[in-house]
Structures are given as structure tokens and as C-alpha cells.
């Protein structure tokens, strides 16, 4: 995995980065539920990756790790929480434009993950996404400990969303356990489910 490194993304890297969560995020039932037109998805999804990262990007830490192609092999989308997220100046407008017809599922989503968000200091797993073609190689794994090792030695917890039974598995091994309540569901009963890694 030598060809492999970590490195933090610059600004101008962000839409990219939206487009490479977007891309491997497709298959997800939340994706789906969020944007029921399959023509529309990949397009509205990215512009909303993009935000959330950008979001990041201010109040937290985007990491890639790069291929000796010259591509982004995968991404972590990080929020610090340790203090309140401040407001990012016309989120909600660019959300508004962004998510057109679909605004109030974008709403609801936002409103379950908000009422089952944990209050104590963390740092929140927004994203993990690796690039389809290079899935099951320990990416995320790799992607994970580097921020970790950080977390850890502050003495900091960490929270994720899993989306699927796969990841909540993958979660595990790296520390995470279930929350309670464990799962969290979506209006059409798409669910989430809540993991929480103390610093160890």
C-alpha cells in the first residue's frame, strides 16, 4: 500500500471531494430517500457533499488519500464538536437552492440527526468514502487511525452515523460501539445507526 499517503485537502479540492463521496455513497438507501429522481441524485448529492465538506473544512478536518494516479483513492470528513458548531454562513441558502423539490427531505434528515446528536465534547465522523474501485483495501481503516492517534491522545471521543450493518461492522473493529438508541430512523424507515469510540 506504499503508493498510499494521507494529507489534509486544500480548499480548492472540496468539490472534488464532494463529487468522490457522492460517487461512493451512490448505493445508499439514504441517497435514495433524499433524492427519489435517479437522474437528479448524483448531481443534487455531490453539490450536498460539497457543502457539508466545505462546512468541514472550516470547523474541522477533510483528509484524502491520494493515488500515484494523480486521483483521490478515498476521503474523512471530520467535524471538531469539542465546542458548538458556529453557523456557516449561507448554508441554508445554498441548502435551499441545492436540494430544490427535495428541500424538505433534506430538512428532515437534518432534524433526526440534530435531536440524536450526542452533547458530550467529540469529534464526529462525517464521511468515510473510498472510491469504488478501491474498496477493500483497508483505506478507511487507514483513514480512521490517522485521526484517531490524534483523538486519542487528547483524550477526545469520537461519533459516527453508520449506514449499513457492512459499516457498523467495519466500525467496530476500530472501536466503536453502539449507542443507545442505537438506530435512528428516516420517514420511510431508512435507518442510521449511532456509534461512539472513547479515546483509549
Given amino acids: 500500500m506504499s503508493e498510499f499517503i494521507?494529507?489534509?485537502a486544500r480548499a480548492d479540492e472540496l468539490a472534488a471531494?464532494?463529487?468522490l463521496v457522492s460517487k461512493s455513497f451512490d448505493e445508499l438507501d439514504a441517497d435514495a430517500?433524499?433524492?427519489?429522481v435517479p437522474e437528479d441524485r448524483e448531481r443534487i448529492m455531490a453539490d450536498f457533499f460539497t457543502l457539508e465538506t466545505e462546512y468541514a473544512f472550516s470547523h474541522g478536518k477533510v483528509e484524502v488519500i491520494d493515488h500515484a494516479d494523480g486521483g483521490y483513492?478515498?476521503?474523512a470528513v471530520w467535524y471538531n464538536r469539542v465546542d458548538p458548531l458556529p453557523?456557516?454562513?449561507g448554508y441554508m441558502d445554498r441548502l435551499t437552492a441545492l436540494a430544490g423539490d427535495h428541500l424538505d427531505r433534506f430538512g428532515a434528515l437534518g432534524e433526526l440527526f440534530e435531536k440524536n446528536h450526542p452533547s458530550d465534547q467529540h469529534w464526529h465522523l462525517q464521511f468515510l468514502a473510498v472510491r469504488?474501485?478501491?474498496?477493500?483495501?483497508?483505506?478507511g481503516g487507514k483513514l480512521m487511525k490517522n485521526v484517531h492517534d490524534i483523538l486519542?491522545?487528547?483524550g477526545i471521543p469520537a461519533y459516527l452515523e453508520a449506514t449499513n450493518e457492512n459499516n457498523v461492522r467495519l466500525y467496530r473493529r476500530y472501536g466503536y460501539t453502539d449507542m443507545d438508541p442505537?438506530?435512528?430512523l428516516l420517514p420511510d424507515g431508512t435507518p442510521f445507526f449511532r456509534m461512539w469510540r472513547p479515546a483509549s
Fill in 6 to 8: 494521507i494529507r489534509s
Fill in 17 to 19: 471531494i464532494g463529487a
Fill in 33 to 36: 430517500y433524499l433524492v427519489p
Fill in 73 to 75: 483513492a478515498a476521503a
Fill in 87 to 89: 453557523e456557516f454562513p
Fill in 132 to 139: 469504488p474501485d478501491h474498496q477493500g483495501h483497508g483505506l
Fill in 152 to 154: 486519542d491522545e487528547q
Fill in 182 to 184: 442505537f438506530a435512528i
